[in-house]
């Protein structure tokens, strides 16, 4: 395998380190007066309340449909192990789901405080909150598919110098979809709750 595959994981890996450094960043500024602070807490509460009891329900969706793609993935084609790929990448959707709410409801009320000094440094907080969501996307992303390509390239012994090998590169990357089937169903099922929730 080229050596320059390696480096994807640790793309992965920066990105978390910038989404963490953000996050600090984002929860130092000044979260404003008391009664602003009060009214953030109550927000919070909520948003993680709604937020465990959705995965709550999700973890069952997840268990059932992995379950689903292992009975039904059979064939030269395709391995059960898909159902391993739709669990990690269900699992990686909704751990940057929990980052980006538990960020969010800390910019919320930071920027808003931000905002009685001025529209630009109102901004540089929002704007901040909210890469912190999508580079813990991009990271958790690229971290997952490559740490499960590496795993299915040993596991299908897979040799990218062997011409006869070529249907294995094609089952592995059936398998792989799984990954984004996962991760797609959870975004799916948080910003149809999440809007929910929200409204009401």
Same mark, same amino acid.
Request: net charge positive; glycine share 12%; proline share 3%.
């Given at each position: 395998?080229?050596k ?8 992965g890996?920066?990105a ?5 450094y953000?996050?600090q ?5 000044d979260?404003?007066t008391d009664?602003?602070?009060r009214?953030?807490?109550y927000?919070?509460? &909520?948003?993680m ?6 995965? *709550?329900?999700l ?9 689903l793609?292992a009975l039904? *993935?059979?064939?030269s084609?395709?391995?059960p192990?898909?159902?391993l ?8 959707s909704a ?16 920027t ?5 000094t001025?529209l630009? =440094?109102?901004l540089?907080?929002?704007f901040r &909150?909210? =890469?912190?969501?999508g ?8 971290l997952g598919? =490559?740490g499960l390509?590496?795993?299915y390239?040993?596991?299908? +012994?897979?040799?990218?110098? +062997?011409?006869?090998?070529?249907e294995?590169m ?7 979809t799984?990954? =984004?089937?996962?991760? *797609? *169903?959870i975004a799916l099922f948080a ?8 409204k009401a």
């Open positions: 395998m080229n320059n595959v390696y480096l994807i994981p640790l793309v890996l920066l978390l380190i910038f989404t963490y953000r996050a960043w984002v929860a130092r500024q979260p404003g009664r602003m602070k009214i953030a807490g927000i919070t509460d &909520g948003a309340a709604f937020l465990r009891a959705e995965y *709550s329900k973890a069952w969706f997840v268990v059932g449909v992995a379950v793609l039904t *993935s059979q064939g084609h395709t391995s192990l898909i159902a790929s739709f669990v990690v990448g269900a699992t990686c751990l940057a789901g929990y980052i980006g709410m538990k960020v969010a409801t800390k910019a919320n009320v930071r808003a405080h931000a905002a009685r001025g630009a =440094s109102a540089n907080v929002a &909150g909210g =890469s912190v969501m580079m813990g996307v991009v990271g958790l992303g690229v598919l =490559s390509f590496f795993f390239h040993g596991h299908f +012994d897979f040799d990218p110098n +062997d011409p006869t090998k070529t294995v094609k089952k592995i990357l059936a398998v792989l799984g990954f =984004s089937f996962g991760a *797609s *169903s910003r149809v709750g999440g809007g929910i929730y929200t």
